[in-house]
Structures are given as structure tokens and as C-alpha cells.
């Protein structure tokens, strides 16, 4: 049984910051590739970044790259998200995930996540 626990959002204003933690069990942790999508209300959920279990490689979507820096601790089995510069539109409930494939070109999907923590809630306001 994999599980993910998120922590760590909370109400900031615009151009603050804010770290995610995501605690994961039940699976080889060092192994394994994550990623943190979201979903504000009304839209669909949609990635944010993800970390291979190889080679430090990450992958970011365009409208968080640069803002925000996603990283592992294999000897504590949790994964990050640190997000800077915040915007209003980073507002969005934030789930963790384990991913099941790789895409090189970034470019992951929800429907291919099979296992999500429960989200933690982040609100930007300007």
C-alpha cells in the first residue's frame, strides 16, 4: 500500500514563499518517480514537477519553471516542492503522486498517476 502524505500549504500573499512536503510510504522510495500536480477549483488537475529516481532529472511545467524547484530526500523518503514568487494563480490544491511512466518530454498526465496523497491546500492572494 503506497501512501502519500502532503503538508506544508497555507494562505500567503503574492511574491512570498512556501515549501510542500510530501512523506511517502509503502514503496521504495529511492526508486521511484514523483511529481507534484494541482488543481484549482473548476479546472483540471495539472502537473506541476516531478523528480526521476535517476540522475537528479526533473521536469517542470513552463508556468512554474524558474519559481518553483521540486527535490528529494531518499533517506527520509519525503519529496519537496519549494515555491517561490507565488502568484494568484498558483492557487490550487496540491497533491503529491507516484508516478508510473516517464516522459521526456515533461509532458505528464494525470490519468496516468495511480496513486495521490490527499492534497494540501495553498491560496495566493493579491
Known amino acids: 500500500q503506497v501512501d502519500l502524505v502532503e503538508s506544508g500549504g497555507g494562505l500567503v500573499q503574492a511574491e512570498d514563499s512556501l515549501s510542500l512536503s510530501c512523506s511517502v510510504s509503502?514503496?521504495?522510495?529511492?526508486?521511484?518517480?514523483l511529481a507534484w500536480f494541482r488543481q484549482a477549483p473548476g479546472k483540471e488537475r495539472e502537473f506541476v514537477a516531478a523528480?526521476?529516481?535517476?540522475?537528479?532529472?526533473?521536469w517542470y511545467h513552463k508556468s512554474v519553471k524558474g519559481r518553483f524547484t521540486i527535490s528529494r530526500d531518499n533517506n527520509k523518503n519525503i519529496l519537496y516542492l519549494q515555491m517561490n514568487s507565488l502568484k494568484p494563480e498558483d492557487t490550487a490544491r496540491y497533491y503529491c503522486?507516484?508516478?508510473?511512466?516517464?516522459?521526456?518530454?515533461?509532458?505528464?498526465?494525470?490519468?496516468?498517476?495511480?496513486?495521490w496523497g490527499q492534497g494540501t491546500q495553498v491560496t495566493v492572494s493579491s
Open positions: 523528480s526521476a529516481h535517476f540522475g537528479g532529472v526533473t
Open positions: 503522486a507516484k508516478l508510473s511512466t516517464y516522459d521526456e518530454n515533461g509532458n505528464f498526465s494525470p490519468n496516468n498517476v495511480r496513486f
Open positions: 509503502g514503496v521504495l522510495f529511492k526508486s521511484v518517480g
